[in-house]
């Protein structure tokens, strides 16, 4: 069927079945792949487009209903000369796209409000754009950028020297806010094959495949383990426990079995009932009780009792000190599984260049993708090149290969392209999750309030596979007791193997699950020895020169108090608030409550270095090689600042290179937040040694100016002005590495687990509407110790968006599988559900870092939690023990408390 | 590949469903039932029938088409008898569903947590619909049958939803219940619609919505707020004895003991939003 209709202001023809959905005939044929697909049903908003002027998810409509009508896509924005319009520029001066992935259908959901109403206030933001979800920024941003549309000014550049604490623009985030950024589905070769994945329905079970001949007869291949070289990856090195695409036996409901193999509209229309897969399904093993039970079943049979790993931390003589503590606390906690709910889903492809595999996926950590997949395929590392596109949202849940060895295979085997693109199910049901935590916790202090002892045992749900449970369960141990001198500590972290969806790297990597118990236990004694909540945090505040729990002298940066300084004035004025309004009403109460939390920024006690480069070309080209993935964190914009300073030259001379693997060197994974840290200071270093380079040739003293024009280098240095002529100088390149130093720990968990940690306090007001369990958080004020803000625009929005993830995991995120797999079911928090975020920056220098830099990315989420359930706590006298705090069980909570006070029993 | 057919007249649509059809009007229910697979059913979009669209009046009440959208009854100039369904309007998903999602493709769909079908209950909505035979009403009530199912015979299509013209000052309200701010699937709703005589509750229709598998009216309630006084006292008529048409259970948005409780809840709000 032909369509005639007006596309972006031009008319336009298409034809194509008319069932076509909008959102696909615009990227797919009609080259317009600003408009994003994260759900294809309604959900999610990312492909929000205007249909005759209305905001419309172009998932929804069917191309034989675009007829004569008038589509508008985010490549429309403009000013009319190839500039940006007031709105984008205003998203660009606020930070308001962090991945991008969601900001297309945020433009244009905002373009039908302004278009209305050019100066919306705050509810009417929220009601026009609560449609479009967003993973990243906390919508603080946005709602601000769509505010002040009319009175934003563009941010200025920064002069030479001058880039490190700046409110420098994204160095990417034009093809952002134009829609020109291509994410994982965004530039697959026309010619590409496309995979399927037949997935298993059961979460464990016993398969025989049947007789494939026929499919692979229509097909061009059909992919079993039979065609995987080495059939099992992981993230360590020694456990590759996970099939690429199962081998006779399912552990987990969404694990890979089949790849079918052919032109998308071929294998999308090969349902999974025509694929002969004879299933025996097995009674699964579902939670840790189950898994732990004595006579248990074994979900992986080489790995005895379930468990895949402990940990443990001592210190000092934790149960002899309870006996001298003037008050105990003790509390057990239980969180869910959480999907990380990034809006791109998995995606990427893959072509056979000679004897090399190259894959361009959506990635958090190019070279151990690299390293993986060629152990999956038997070739040499260098056979394989990744190149991330952008990356539409990570959290922790791109660090795993997902796309890559299917992709990968076929384009091997078939040597054409193949690409690969998951649906929205199919990427909560293969993915990884956040591990689901068990935390008993015992704390005892002083008659003073100064914490004396500390037992905490983590236990954790770590799926059918390993993943990042390693991980977990390490960092939870050296976490478990929070930010606090504490002398005696027993902190004990372990993880089991279950059939649910593998547990992996969360954002935190089991640090918030442990921070809910932590906190908990430090308001209760707090209320015990009536001191101030925020107070008794203060007094048992880390501070540089306190011993943790792992016997390491913190000798800088630990800005836990100044962080509860800052704090005060607000937690002060929010309590006569709360107080004032809940003397009046009568069925909602108000709360405040606090949460802190530290961090150690990079891997526990392992290498994890980084290398870049920053050169200078003959013609004058100053480009930054950066083997650091920008996921929406803005690590792009961060080593550019850093590394342009180091130099002594502006950052907007400062192109880039980034992630590609055979362009750049390894910076490790994004993850851990250690990329403003270990990265930033790796092109620290590299900045200045190309700075070395050019004072060693212009002869000039270390305080010399730089400036660039064209291939011409001028160089000052008081009076004396000399001046290169970099085209006979040839290319100059400076590098710089960086490994935190630390040390293994011994097997009392004693040594240097961290170069340096981050430290954070926040404080949540929140109202409960007693008679429906429900909880509207009010106000979140955030106060980071980050050592030094590179970028404080970009320092907020990790914050922002950290707290929205911690909002999530408070009040409404519970993934079940087979139950949540799509975002209306699994709920992420919306525009209406983020608060105004205040976040106050304290800068306690960390030596180690870039100008005195740690990192930021994980801080944000792990104390939001905390502080809202305390926050309930004093509304309503309820302390959750479950997350998420949906309102059925608060509203059960709460009606449990009053039955105990009427029969006289304590609260 | 299946059939694609969008015809102008309601005759020719009528005509093709001589032969099974999936009807497509909005697509806010039709694409998320179809996510990462090929579409080959056959499709009878009903979206470019002109007369199926709009809402107009007479003496007797008002007639709104079937594929009107949520967004189209929000700016219609409706009398605050259309309150509470307006509520609702602003509640079905985010702007973008609101803007496509149609009023009888709401009905149609025949969720439990249908946010129209309380409001429509609480206005005596009836279904006009159109077949082979000609054209029939249907109470809104019978027209929806159990989860996910309908009178509708499978050559007929719902053309209309009539809302009758109460005789005396009418005014209604909606209260959704859901675990986040947008885009919420409502763990429960109430709607009612009053009926105001000399200060007093003439009449009351009242539904609840998501806790049994299809929207109920409350009639013990409703006989309970019958003669009483229009003021803060009436949200204390309500009992728990009035739910006992409904038949809450326990899902992933909360447990059946909560909603039976929430709903008490919901409902005395509701009645002090009326009276207010």
Redesign the interface.
């Known amino acids: ?1 032909k369509v005639a209709f007006t596309l972006n202001g031009r008319v336009a023809e298409w034809s194509g ?3 076509t ?1 909008l959102a696909a005939a615009l990227r797919d044929d009609l080259d317009l792949t600003g408009t994003k697909v994260g ?5 999610c ?1 990312a492909c ?1 487009v205007l ?1 005759d002027g ?4 172009s ?4 191309m ?2 675009v ?1 004569g009508r008038r589509v508008e896509t985010v490549e429309s924005l403009g000013d009319g000369n190839g500039g940006l319009t007031s709105l984008q520029k205003s998203f660009l001066a606020h930070g308001a796209a962090q991945c991008g992935i969601c900001t297309s259908g945020m433009l244009m ?1 905002a373009v ?1 409000l302004l278009r209305r109403n050019a100066r919306p206030c705050r509810a009417e933001v ?3 754009l ?4 967003c993973r990243c920024t906390g919508y603080s941003k946005i709602v601000d950028a769509v505010m002040s549309v009319s009175t934003s000014m563009p941010i200025a550049a920064p002069p030479a020297g001058a880039a490190v604490g700046a409110r420098l623009q994204r160095v990417d985030g034009v093809p952002k806010v134009t829609g020109r950024d291509l994410f994982g589905a965004d530039a697959v070769p026309a010619d590409a094959l496309w995979i ?1 994945v037949v997935r298993s329905p059961h979460a464990r079970a016993r398969f025989e495949l049947g007789d494939l001949a026929p499919l692979r007869r229509r097909l061009a291949a059909v992919l079993t383990a039979a065609d995987v070289p080495f059939n099992g990856f992981g993230i360590y090195p020694d456990i590759k426990d996970q099939p690429v695409l199962a081998d006779g036996q399912v552990r987990y409901r969404g694990e890979a079995v089949v790849a079918l193999v052919g032109e998308r ?1 071929q294998v ?2 090969i ?1 999974d009932e025509e694929v002969p897969i004879a299933w025996t399904p097995e009674a699964p093993v579902f939670g840790l009780d189950a898994a732990t039970a004595p006579d248990a079943v074994l979900v992986q049979a080489d790995k005895p009792e379930n468990l895949l790993l402990n940990g443990v931390v001592r210190r000092g003589k934790a149960a002899e000190a309870f006996a001298a503590c003037a008050a105990v606390a003790e509390g057990l906690f239980e969180t869910a599984f959480v999907e990380h709910a990034y809006i791109e889903p998995e995606a990427g492809w893959a072509r056979r260049v000679g004897d090399r595999i190259e894959v361009h996926v959506t990635t958090q950590t190019p070279y151990m993708n690299r390293d993986e997949v060629a152990n999956v395929m038997r070739l040499r590392p260098e056979a394989v090149r990744i190149v991330p596109t952008a990356c539409g949202g990570g959290f922790g849940g791109k660090l795993d290969l997902s796309v890559h060895p299917l992709v990968a295979l076929a384009a091997w085997k078939l040597d054409r392209p193949v690409a690969c693109v998951y ?4 990427s909560m049901a293969a993915s990884t999750k956040r591990h689901p935590a068990r935390v008993a916790a015992r704390f005892g202090c002083d008659a003073e309030g100064k914490l004396l002892a500390c037992e905490v045992t983590a236990t954790f749900d770590t799926g059918a596979y390993a993943s990042w449970g390693p991980t977990v369960a390490n960092r939870v141990p050296v976490h478990a007791m929070g930010p606090y001198a504490i002398p005696n500590v027993r902190s004990w972290g372990e993880a089991f193997f279950t059939n649910c969806p593998p547990a992996g790297a969360f954002r935190g990597f089991g640090v918030p699950q442990a921070a809910i118990a932590h906190e908990a236990m430090m308001d209760e004694l707090a209320d015990r020895l009536s001191i101030d909540r925020l107070e008794f945090r203060h007094k048992n505040a880390l501070r540089a020169g306190d011993t943790t729990a792992t016997g390491q002298t913190l000798a800088h940066s630990a800005g836990l108090a100044q962080c509860l300084d800052a704090l005060r004035p607000h937690w002060q004025k929010a309590h006569d608030d709360v107080a004032a309004f809940n003397a009046k009403s009568g069925s909602r109460r108000r709360g405040v409550g606090i949460g802190c939390m530290w961090y150690g920024i990079g891997n526990t006690s392992m290498s994890n270095p980084s290398r870049m480069r920053v050169g200078l070309s003959p013609a004058g080209t100053l480009t930054l090689y950066s083997g650091a993935v920008d996921i929406g964190q803005g690590s792009n914009t961060i080593m550019t600042q850093i590394a342009a300073d180091a130099v002594g030259l502006p950052a907007a001379q400062v192109a880039l290179v980034a992630g590609d693997t055979d362009l750049t060197a390894d910076a490790g994974k994004t993850s851990a937040s250690r990329q403003t840290f270990v990265s930033g200071m790796a092109a620290e270093r590299a900045g200045r040694d190309l700075r070395q380079q050019i004072l060693r040739l212009a002869n000039a003293g270390p305080d010399a100016e730089l400036s660039l024009e064209g291939a011409r280098l001028t160089v000052r240095d008081g009076d004396a002005v000399r001046s290169i002529d970099l085209a006979s100088a040839g290319t100059l390149m400076g590098e710089g590495t960086f490994d935190p130093p630390t040390t293994p720990l011994d097997a009392d968990g004693q040594g240097v687990p961290y170069a340096t940690y981050a430290f954070a306090a926040q404080m949540a007001t929140v109202e409960v509407d007693i ?4 909880v509207k958080v009010l106000r979140i004020v955030a106060a980071h110790d980050v050592g030094k803000a590179i970028n404080p625009t970009l320092v907020e929005g990790q914050i922002q968006g950290g707290i929205a993830q911690g909002l999530g995991l408070a ?2 995120e ?1 993934y ?1 599988p087979g ?2 797999e ?1 975002l ?2 699994y ?1 992420i ?5 983020v608060p105004e975020i205040e976040c106050i920056l304290i800068e306690d220098r960390e030596p180690l870092g870039p100008s005195g830099a740690k990192g930021v990315g994980e801080p944000g989420l792990v104390p939001t939690a905390p502080a809202i359930l305390g926050a309930v706590h004093h509304a309503t006298g309820v302390r959750a023990t479950r997350v998420p705090l ?3 069980r608060l ?2 909570a709460i ?1 449990a408390a009053g039955q105990e006070k009427t029969t006289g029993k304590r609260t | 590949m299946g059939a694609y057919l969008r015809p102008r007249r309601l005759e020719d649509a009528l005509t093709a469903l001589a032969q099974p059809h999936v009807v497509l009007a909005g697509g806010t229910d039709f694409y998320p039932a179809r996510v990462g697979r090929a579409i080959d059913e056959d499709v009878l979009d009903i979206g470019g029938i002109a007369v199926l669209r709009g809402i107009s009046a007479d003496a007797s009440g008002w007639r709104l088409g079937a594929t009107t959208t949520w967004s189209e009854l929000l700016e219609a100039d409706l009398p605050p008898l259309f309150d509470g369904l307006k509520q609702a309007a602003r509640e079905v998903g985010g702007r973008q569903i609101q803007n496509a999602g149609t009023l009888a493709g709401n009905l149609c769909n025949a969720s439990p947590a249908a946010d129209g079908v309380p409001c429509l209950l609480a206005l005596d909505a009836e279904i006009e619909v159109a077949g082979p035979a000609g054209r029939r009403l249907l109470p809104l009530r019978q027209f929806i049958t159990g989860v996910r199912r309908t009178a509708l015979a499978q050559a007929e299509l719902v053309v209309a939803i009539h809302v009758p013209k109460p005789d005396r000052e009418a005014r209604s309200a909606f209260l959704k219940l859901g675990t986040r701010r947008y885009l919420v699937i409502s763990i429960a709703m109430a709607a009612a619609t009053i009926e105001i005589a000399d200060g007093r509750v003439a009449s009351a229709r009242l539904a609840v919505g998501a806790c049994s598998p299809v929207a109920e009216r409350l009639p013990a309630l409703e006989a309970a707020l019958a003669g009483a006084p229009l003021d803060t006292r009436l949200a204390d008529r309500v009992e728990p004895a009035h739910l006992a048409p409904l038949s809450p259970i326990d899902d992933v948005r909360g447990s059946a003991a909560y909603r039976s409780d929430a709903v008490v809840t919901v409902l005395r709000r509701l009645l002090q939003d009326l009276a207010a």
Request: hydrophobic share 35%; aromatic share 0%.
């Open positions: 069927m079945p008319p069932v959905r759900c294809d049903a309604g959900d908003g929000t249909l209305r905001q419309t998810c998932c929804l409509v069917a034989g209903q007829e959901a039908e929220e009601d026009a609560g449609g479009v979800l399927r509209a999308l229309a349902r649906t929205r199910p199919e008679g429906l369990g429900t009040l409404m519970e079940l139950r949540t799509n209306h079911d709920l928090p919306t525009i209406g559900d949906l309102p059925h509203r059960e009606v």
